[in-house]
Nanobody, 124 residues
Framework: QVQLVESGGGLVQAGGSLRLSCAAS????????MGWFRQAPGKEREFVAA????????YYQDSVKGRFTISRDNAKNTLFLQMNSLKPEDTAVYYC?????????????????WGQGTQVTVSS
């Protein structure tokens, strides 16, 4: 069992940066694939980025490539999402998620544990 708690969201102007964190509890966190998803009002939850258990493999949605960076610190059971050059269309609730299986997946249904989400609002 893994509990996930996101933090770091807020209001930022377009072009600004935010760093999201996801604190995980549970002894096997370091073995999980971790991902970030987001959901804007009236839209389905969408994949943003994911990282392998070792941190050696990452995968991004095309719209965030070059602007967002996912990373993890297994010693501190923490997942990060560094978001730069933010755009109004990045506005959403951001969720971290954990997947027990070792392969990176982009579908939300493939993830087993979810945090409660943190709001990111980018003003134009």
């Amino acid at each position: 069992q893994v509990q996930l708690v996101e933090s770091g969201g807020g209001l930022v102007q377009a072009g600004g940066s935010l760093r999201l964190s996801c604190a995980a509890s549970g002894r096997t966190y370091s073995r999980y694939v971790m991902g970030w998803f987001r959901q804007a009002p009236g839209k389905e939850r969408e994949f943003v980025a994911a990282i392998s258990w070792s941190g050696g493999t990452t995968y991004y949605q095309d719209s965030v490539k070059g602007r967002f960076t996912i990373s993890r610190d297994n010693a501190k059971n923490t997942l990060f999402l560094q978001m730069n050059s933010l755009k109004p269309e990045d506005t959403a609730v951001y969720y971290c998620a954990a997947r027990r299986q070792g392969i990176i997946m982009v579908h939300a249904s493939s993830y087993d544990y979810w945090g409660q989400g943190t709001q990111v609002t980018v003003s134009s």
